[in-house]
């Protein structure tokens, strides 16, 4: 199935990109001190957030889950608000550097969306009817340095496609090496990355794959350009890591993927590397194109470091955490971005009632027209 080339069916009055790890989605090691988890004993694959507040707040949570980071939590309030925004004309599409597999297991609880783009956008699907369907034009754009595609859906949720090449598994620590084109660049970047030292997580990754740049520097086995200063001449020293060692490889490893076509990109304390055309502000350009919407009317909902680009290049931003250092020095650049007053999961229902009420702000003004 050939995804449209514009949605004309209806006018959206916003595009909302939104990120979901320490965004809508959170996790025990992100919430504050007075946010402590309950199991709730009503409801199967449930918790509850208790905030220690007067009086207390209680949030229902779905607990999603991941493959290294252990269970994240899903406010059943943001849920209700993701539909609420949708049925205000608001095209709403997740953005994830999640793998493939992570995101089949999730796929069920997840808010119920117009798109979903994942292995920070290396792999787009639109809903259709009652499915999601991967967009075949993406796919192939990036095949030049990904290889060929998997059309194989995992998840039921997912419609497969009629190829049906499933790409083998491949170990967290990059000892499997065995990828469908061992020429493309992305798995030449990751063979010669692997072969230098550096500890990769390829496993259930099909257009991206993840570098762990800490657990490589203190195994101290890397073959890598050191930065000339004596406080980072070496790898880690009695197991800590700096973040000028961390800058450091990060230059390291870029200078080495970048003439082979790909980018990289800070996601939870790790780096990845995929397509320079993939990356979320491109595939948001792509989505966005088909919405009919401009780009004064995109909203990017973020956290982490791999989120900027987009964030950047969106209209406007909101974010309900922040999960990296560096964004907050950027947010000091940019004062018209939105940074909750809350943390955890409320942060993220105060973000996504803040597009809520600017969208019926503009419904009652007649700024936009949404056709329902």
Not at 91 to 96: I, K
Not at 199 to 220: G, H, K, N, P, Q
Not at 354 to 362: G, H
Request: charged share 25%.
């Amino acid at each position: 199935m050939e995804v449209p080339r514009k949605q004309n069916a209806r006018k959206y009055a916003l595009a909302l990109f939104s990120d979901l790890d320490g965004t809508l989605i959170h996790y025990e090691d992100q919430l504050s001190d007075g946010i402590r988890i309950e199991p709730d004993d009503g409801v199967s694959g449930r918790v509850n957030l208790v905030y220690d507040t007067l009086p207390k707040t209680i949030v229902p949570c779905r607990v999603l889950p991941t493959l290294t980071k252990g269970c994240g939590y899903l406010s059943e309030r943001v849920v209700e608000l993701v539909d609420t925004l949708r049925v205000h004309g608001v095209f709403v599409a997740l953005l994830t550097g999640a793998r493939s597999s992570t995101l089949y297991r999730r796929l069920p609880l997840l808010p119920v969306v117009d798109a979903i783009a994942w292995e920070n956008g290396g792999r787009l699907m639109w809903r259709a009817d009652a499915a999601y369907v991967e967009d075949v034009t993406w796919a192939r754009r990036l095949e030049p340095w990904t290889g060929p595609h998997p059309w194989c859906a995992a998840d039921e949720c997912v419609v497969p496609r009629e190829q049906d090449s499933p790409y083998p598994s491949t170990a967290v620590d990059g000892s499997s090496d065995e990828h469908p084109d061992p020429v493309a660049p992305l798995w030449q970047a990751a063979s010669e990355l692997a072969t230098a030292g550096w500890m990769l997580d390829t496993r259930e990754y099909y257009t991206a794959f993840r570098v762990d740049i800490a657990s490589s520097l203190r195994s101290r086995n890397v073959q890598w350009e050191r930065p000339a200063s004596s406080t980072a001449a070496t790898s880690a020293v009695n197991g800590v890591v700096t973040e000028q060692h961390m800058q450091a490889a990060t230059a390291d490893i870029r200078a080495r993927v970048t003439p082979l076509g790909l980018q990289t990109a800070s996601n939870l304390g790790k780096l990845d590397v995929f397509p320079g055309c993939s990356g979320k502000r491109n595939v948001a350009e792509y989505i966005l194109a088909r919405t009919g919407c401009t780009r004064d009317q995109a909203v990017a909902m973020i956290d982490d470091d791999n989120d900027i680009e987009l964030a950047e290049w969106c209209g406007s931003a909101y974010l309900p955490n922040v999960s990296h250092e560096h964004v907050r020095a950027v947010i000091q650049e940019h004062p018209e971005w939105k940074l909750s007053t809350f943390s955890g999961p409320l942060a993220t229902e105060e973000a996504l009632t803040a597009v809520l009420e600017r969208v019926k702000q503009s419904d009652a003004f007649g700024i936009s027209v949404v056709h329902r």
